[in-house]
């Protein structure tokens, strides 16, 4: 599936990784994947997040998280071969759910986007973003415009 990844959406996942691991996490857990979108300041994602008062900050304090640094990621394919740390049931659904949010709006590829709608259908993020004060529903309708804006 990542072959089908832009360099955006490579990059939100491999924060994912580092902020896990950043937090000796067992897994790569869902919020570590949304921590990844935030921190991707040029997305689209991380527009819509933050007008809808989910920010790095709010999750980290909710979630009762360590705020760590991370580093620059390499390319995907290198960082998840051979004993690398797992994708959550969580996160593998996620993934899931962005693939197929990218063939639903015909895109030849996944991106960062994708990857916060996928995030976005998953339980646990709609209890959390619900719990910042936005939801679900609202920040994809968001998404999907402007991604439909852009095209």
């Known amino acids: ?21 950043g937090v000796a996490a067992k897994e ?19 527009a819509v997040l933050t007008g809808e008062g989910v920010n ?5 304090n909710k979630l009762g ?13 290198n960082r998840l071969k051979g004993g690398a740390m797992q994708f959550s049931s969580g996160s593998q659904q996620a993934l899931q759910a962005a693939e197929q949010q990218a063939l ?3 895109s030849p590829t996944i991106t960062a986007e994708h990857l ?4 976005l259908q998953g339980t ?15 920040i994809s309708h968001s998404v999907k415009e402007k991604l439909d804006g852009a095209g």
């Open 28 to 46: 790569i857990e869902p919020v570590h994947l949304l921590l990844g979108i935030m921190d991707f300041t040029d997305g689209v994602g991380a």
């Open 104 to 106: 639903q709006l015909q």
């Open 65 to 77: 998280l360590p705020d760590t640094t991370t580093k620059k990621p390499g390319r995907i394919h």
């Open 124 to 138: 646990e993020m709609q209890e959390l973003v619900s719990t910042l004060g936005s939801s679900a529903d609202a």
């Open 1 to 21: 599936m990542f072959e089908l990844f832009t360099d955006a959406a490579e990059a939100v996942v491999l924060h994912g990784i580092d902020e896990a691991q």
């Open 116 to 119: 916060l709608l996928g995030l």
């Open 56 to 60: 790095r900050q709010s999750v980290i």
